[in-house]
């Protein structure tokens, strides 16, 4: 009975975002909270602890008083957000058996000339992620495995192969938040600051997410060429191309008629339109309700691990945000040095204590509910939020405990260690210099001779 919990929860929070009904959207993150304390004992060490903590933390703030019922009310309401959007995006999944060109995607995306595979992994990644989040990273590492395993391929070809494509989409996923009003890290900055708006980060994402990207081309140009050698070329586009552009013209339009007759954000629009569409899409070519209702639930559980991390982790940061004094930041920046010490320490606070097993959005929940205090004291929150955003990004290449590692790690059959540390720890380290010189001279030294 309990694992009908979860798409229970996740359609009560999809309806809740559409009706803006905050008691079903509590009522939801509930119903999760109770599947994952149910199910405790199966879920991998690090989410089990993740989520218990978050749990006993919660509910010790309000025993003390120190959380009272709004708080508990919005902690809930998160768990129920964070959690459903995994489930719903990764609904995307269950096409990849239904259509030839996604299981061929790879392929496809192999052509042309081997110079350019790296950025334009990165790039489709990114473009797809904007509007399906972790819908991408199902999509391209569910279909890499598969093909792998197809064609037979073994041993340091398939390690190369997951290395080249798995951590161009990881790293092309990673530079949603610095360029897309989707993000989850740009709409926690707007929330706690109002005057912040995406179109006043986006010169500053736009600039981090080409530097990412030199950084990445330089490190895997050499490994993409070999992977090239390998690939199967396409004398034509694989049956259900068609189908599939059909699939996603529907979903576009969809959103966009979503977003303007109920003026739901663009992230929620996709939360609300890729489960249905899919939905109806294999209903309609299996002809059988109880097999898609089955394999739709199926999918959900297999990313339990993903969603408890998401879950306790919205739980957690409105926890400790709650407890941190008011004034805890006050004195700390003053002028635009200050200020740019102050965004610098930010940005590496992200991946460093994502490294050692607190994700990104854990630690972005807390640093963004901190920001209101910088603004009472009149500090141009804009380089702090800028230099957030590009930490947020680079955590998620480097948390191996996040969500993104978690399922490229959970697919390609990799340690999640591996992935983050041996084939990131790198680029993130070349980048972290170049970020920091762009944001010095773009608040400082501009300023300074402008």
Request: net charge positive; glycine share 10%; proline share 5%.
């Amino acid at each position: 009975m309990s694992r009908f919990l979860v798409p229970v929860a996740v359609l009560l929070e999809l309806v809740a975002l559409y009706l803006d009904s905050s008691w079903l959207s509590t009522l939801s993150g509930v119903l999760f909270v109770l599947y994952f304390l149910t199910m405790l004992g199966r879920l991998q060490a690090y989410s089990r602890y993740l989520f218990l903590i978050s749990v006993l933390l919660v509910g010790a703030l309000a025993l003390a008083g120190e959380l009272g019922p709004g708080e508990l009310i919005y902690a809930a309401s998160n768990v129920a957000f964070y959690a459903a959007f995994l489930g719903s995006l990764g609904m995307m999944q269950c096409l990849v058996r239904r259509l030839e060109v996604l299981q061929r995607i790879h392929d496809v995306l192999l052509g042309g000339r081997p110079a350019l595979l790296y950025p334009k992994y990165a790039l489709v990644s990114c473009g797809i992620a904007s509007v399906l989040s972790f819908g991408v990273m199902n999509l391209l590492c569910g279909t890499l495995a598969d093909t792998l395993r197809q064609r037979g391929i073994t041993g340091a070809s398939r390690l190369r192969w997951l290395r080249s494509v798995l951590i161009s989409t990881l790293r092309g996923f990673a530079l949603v938040p610095l360029v897309a009003p989707t993000s989850v890290a740009v709409a926690i900055i707007t929330r706690e600051v109002p005057t912040l708006s995406w179109s006043g980060l986006l010169p500053y994402g736009m600039g981090s997410a080409v530097l990412l990207i030199l950084v990445g081309w330089f490190l895997e140009y050499k490994r993409f060429r070999m992977v090239s050698s390998e690939r199967k070329a396409l004398e034509h586009w694989p049956a259900g191309s068609g189908r599939l552009a059909l699939l996603i013209t529907v979903i576009f339009v969809a959103m966009a008629a979503l977003v303007q007759l109920s003026g739901v954000k663009v992230s929620v629009a996709a939360m609300l339109t890729v489960p249905v569409v899919t939905f109806l899409y294999m209903l309609w070519h299996d002809r059988s309700l109880p097999g898609v209702a089955r394999e739709s639930v199926d999918n959900m559980l297999g990313m339990s691990n993903e969603m408890s991390i998401f879950a306790g982790s919205a739980g957690l940061g409105v926890a400790l945000v709650a407890v941190i004094p008011a004034d805890a930041l006050a004195g700390l920046a003053s002028g635009e040095q200050g200020v740019f010490l102050l965004a610098a320490c930010g940005l590496l606070m992200m991946p460093m204590l994502s490294a050692i097993g607190i994700i990104p959005i854990t630690v972005l929940s807390v640093q963004a509910g901190l920001m209101p205090q910088l603004v009472a004291e009149g500090v141009n929150p804009l380089p702090i939020a800028v230099a957030l955003v590009i930490g947020f990004s680079l955590a998620m290449m480097l948390s191996p405990f996040g969500p993104a590692v978690m399922l490229l790690s959970r697919f390609g059959q990799v340690s999640r260690w591996v992935v983050a540390f041996g084939w990131n720890g790198l680029f993130v380290l070349l980048s972290i210099p170049l970020l920091l010189i762009m944001l010095w001279a773009v608040f400082v030294l501009a300023p300074a001779t402008g």
